[in-house]
């Protein structure tokens, strides 16, 4: 990530908020809060929730509708936290108004949306932003340092669970719901991103709530390692947590506890292969596998609100021109194996590929972001 501290020397920039439901609150008390940032706008259907919403971030207006923002009101970007099958028709409004645009999770309801929104931005040469907020969190951050350096070795797998009770969404599964902070968060930190093969989803709906809500993924990676993501709606426990596997050590994190969220364990499995002659025939290998035992560490981690890191790297974005660190391509990584997903749930559990197209384009290995949280540290 860039150097967030170097923004506050210029003018704010002007953003409104889409959507003042769940997540618009937490999205506009960030950029309010924000040196970079002033907010000038919450628009939402519901006036009153507008209303109140802007009284209590200090907002400059309250609007009802998004063709009367854009019309109206002077704004650099529009951030969207709407359903997610609205996300297209306002982005692409927003887009077309000359707006960069921040879009909560997921990009849109489809793969093909999803495609217009980033082809979009690209033509009128406008910023596209995913509020995949994980990743940029401290915890998320420091483990992408700490795969970038190499201190895991190569990544062998990856176990993933993600759940809770409730809540049963009303409009999509629950691979939809909770599963893209997963495949965010693993496309962020393993080099190249993501690169499954194929995706296999199996899920259950013992509710008959219509749609999974306990799902399983599995993505075996061109790297040949292998991914596992568990998600739940129905868990009376709420369970974070991701183990990644490596060569040489196993990083554990546990985003419930704040004490110790991550631990790397020098501990693991060795596998010494040796070639055995009978006579005259090489006949076999022999495989010797040994036990490693070695220390068990916690890194120190910044204190600092991840959504005040994301509005900050979304101004340096706008000013420098540049990608941000989740940007549309990213976006629409996720958006494909979530289609493979329920294009596999669809076949009763088989290994589906993914559709060719941008977002499978060339991927270079991340670069270990450069923190300043100085911008952003309480």
């Not at 908020?17 to 628009?43: K, Q």
């Not at 993600?162 to 495949?183: S, T």
């Not at 993914?354 to 972001?369: I, K, Q, V």
Request: net charge negative.
């Amino acid at each position: 990530m860039s150097t967030a501290a170097q923004t506050t020397v210029h003018p704010p920039l002007r953003a409104a908020v889409v959507g003042a439901g769940y997540w618009g609150p937490n999205l506009a008390r960030n950029f309010a809060a924000s040196g970079d940032w002033e907010l000038a706008a919450v628009c939402d259907t519901d006036m009153d929730r507008a209303t109140a919403l802007a009284r209590r971030t200090g907002a400059q207006a309250a609007v009802a509708s998004v063709d009367e923002l854009l019309a109206e009101h002077d704004v650099d970007a529009v951030a969207v936290a709407t359903p997610a099958r609205t996300h297209h028709p306002v982005a692409m409004a927003a887009i077309a108004a000359g707006k960069h645009v921040l879009v909560e999770k997921p990009l849109a309801d489809t793969v093909e949306r999803g495609r217009e929104m980033v082809e979009a931005a690209a033509a009128a040469g406008t910023v596209l932003m995913a509020d995949h907020t994980y990743c940029y969190t401290p915890a998320v951050t420091r483990i992408r340092d700490l795969v970038a350096a190499g201190e895991l070795g190569d990544i062998l797998y990856v176990d993933s669970t993600r759940i809770n009770l409730g809540l049963v969404q009303p409009d999509v599964d629950v691979f939809w719901d909770l599963a893209p902070h997963d495949l965010s968060i693993l496309d962020f930190v393993l080099p190249g991103g993501l690169q499954p093969l194929s995706v296999l989803a199996q899920g259950a709906d013992p509710l008959r709530a219509g749609r999974s809500c306990v799902g399983y993924l599995t993505l075996p990676q061109e790297s040949g390692a292998l991914v596992h993501i568990n998600v739940n709606w129905l868990s009376p426990t709420k369970i974070r947590r991701m183990v990644i596997g490596g060569s040489r050590r196993t990083l554990v994190w546990d985003d419930l506890n704040p004490a110790q969220r991550l631990s790397i364990f020098d501990r693991g499995v060795d596998l010494a292969r040796q070639e055995r002659e009978r006579g005259d025939v090489l006949s076999r290998r022999d495989v010797t596998i040994s036990y490693r035992t070695g220390d068990t560490w916690s890194p120190a981690l910044p204190e600092y609100e991840a959504l005040a890191m994301m509005v900050t790297e979304l101004a340096v974005a706008v000013r420098g021109g540049t990608a941000p660190p989740t940007d549309g391509s990213s976006a629409l990584r996720v958006l494909d194996v979530l289609e493979a997903a329920s294009a596999s749930l669809a076949e009763g559990g088989v290994h589906t590929g993914l559709r060719p197209g941008p977002a499978d384009e060339a991927r270079t290995a991340p670069t270990a972001p450069e923190l300043d949280v100085a911008a952003v540290a309480p």
